[in-house]
């Protein structure tokens, strides 16, 4: 298995963001997306990396931009080395598998949610207020419960800490009332394609999040999509609602931690080599199924 990367530097390149799994470099009028495997828990970047994460990561959305490119256009440019700017090319080692050049776009200010089960923090709001991002809900649902239909419930992006959900009504005075409903549809055409796949592969996508932005006039499907890490997929054959579902994600990980004396601020503690193994393997499962290739 090729090394675990949780550090990059690209001479050269100016790197102009770097997220808690992605570093992000300025390459002329474009961008280079470099998915490490950098793993956070709590909003916390823990010390060790998962292998092959950033690979996965980027390989899976490789394919979603691909399968729903009649849905939808998108920021994709470039994801083999070859095609990069030749100063890249040096620096194949690390690049390879885990980079996407892509179209700079102004960003839209919201994340754009599906959900078309009871999950997470829609669970929490719905047990409160029997409604999710105001939109009311009948009452007597369970947690992991289908949804009648899918909705779009948007949410406010964090600089630091976690999104928070917002109503349809605030994302339309942070974006327009025009540019949300179009959000809205994209949001869910994208998420009605993207769940009969995954069902054809015996996975429940229950939500996802994505994010626009618009590049010389149109809107663009963006960052990272449908992953696990902005995605809660579960295994259809262990699907039982009525509590928490088992999942393709970092849950391990988050399992261990809650056994921990830890007041879940950084730094945060180190992975037993178990727990690492095992997030690895939950990953390459799901990019396996989803897709039907391995890594």
């Given at each position: 298995?090729s090394s675990v990367?949780?550090?990059?530097?690209l001479?050269g390149?100016?790197?102009i963001?770097?997220?808690?799994?992605?570093?992000?470099?300025a390459?002329?009028?474009?961008?280079?997306?470099?998915?490490?495997?950098?793993i956070?828990?709590?909003?916390?970047i823990?010390?060790q990396?998962?292998?092959?994460k950033?690979?996965?990561l980027?390989?899976?959305?490789?394919?979603?931009?691909?399968?729903?490119?009649?849905?939808?256009?998108?920021?994709?440019?470039?994801?083999d080395v070859?095609?990069?700017?030749?100063p890249?090319?040096e620096?194949?080692?690390?690049?390879?598998g885990?980079?996407m050049l892509?179209?700079r776009?102004?960003?839209?200010p919201?994340?754009?949610?599906?959900?078309?089960?009871?999950?997470?923090s829609?669970?929490?709001?719905y047990?409160?207020?029997?409604?999710i991002?105001?939109?009311a809900?009948?009452?007597g649902?369970?947690?992991?419960?289908?949804?009648?239909q899918?909705?779009?419930?948007p949410?406010s992006?964090?600089?630091t800490?976690?999104d928070?959900?917002?109503?349809?009504?605030?994302?339309?005075?942070?974006?327009g009332?025009?540019?949300?409903?179009?959000l809205?549809?994209?949001?869910l055409?994208?998420?009605n394609a993207?769940?009969a796949?995954?069902?054809?592969?015996g996975i429940?996508?229950?939500d996802?999040k994505?994010?626009f932005?618009?590049?010389?006039g149109?809107?663009?499907l963006g960052?990272?999509v449908?992953t696990?890490d902005?995605?809660?997929?579960?295994p259809?054959?262990?699907y039982?609602?009525?509590?928490?579902?088992?999942?393709?994600?970092?849950?391990?990980v988050?399992?261990y931690?809650?056994?921990?004396?830890?007041?879940?601020?950084p730094?945060a503690?180190?992975?037993?080599?178990?727990?690492?193994?095992?997030t690895?393997a939950?990953?390459?499962?799901?990019?396996?199924?989803?897709?039907?290739r391995t890594?």
């Open positions: 298995m990367i949780t550090t990059t530097v001479p390149f100016e790197r963001a770097r997220g808690k799994v992605r570093d992000v470099y390459v002329g009028g474009d961008l280079l997306i470099v998915a490490t495997d950098r956070s828990a709590f909003d916390c823990l010390p990396g998962i292998p092959g950033g690979r996965v980027t390989q899976m959305s490789v394919f979603w931009f691909d399968f729903l490119k009649d849905v939808v256009a998108n920021h994709l440019i470039a994801t070859d095609d990069f700017p030749a890249l090319r620096h194949r080692a690390l690049l390879e885990r980079s892509v179209k776009c102004r960003m839209e919201i994340e754009c949610v599906a959900r078309g089960y009871v999950s997470g829609g669970w929490k709001d047990r409160h207020t029997g409604a991002c105001g939109i809900l009948r009452a649902l369970r947690e992991s419960d289908k949804l009648p899918p909705i779009f419930t949410a992006k964090a600089e800490g976690h928070e959900n917002i109503s349809f009504e605030a994302a339309a005075a942070a974006v009332t025009e540019t949300a409903e179009l809205r549809s994209l949001t055409r994208i998420y993207a769940a796949h995954a069902e054809s592969r429940v996508l229950a996802t994505f994010e932005g618009w590049h010389e149109a809107l663009l960052d990272e449908l696990p902005s995605s809660r997929y579960w259809r054959d262990t039982a609602p009525g509590g928490p579902q088992q999942s393709f994600d970092k849950q391990f988050r399992d931690l809650e056994t921990l004396d830890w007041n879940k601020q730094p503690p180190p992975l037993p080599e178990d727990v690492i193994a095992k690895s939950k990953y390459h499962e799901a990019y396996r199924r989803i897709t039907g890594l």
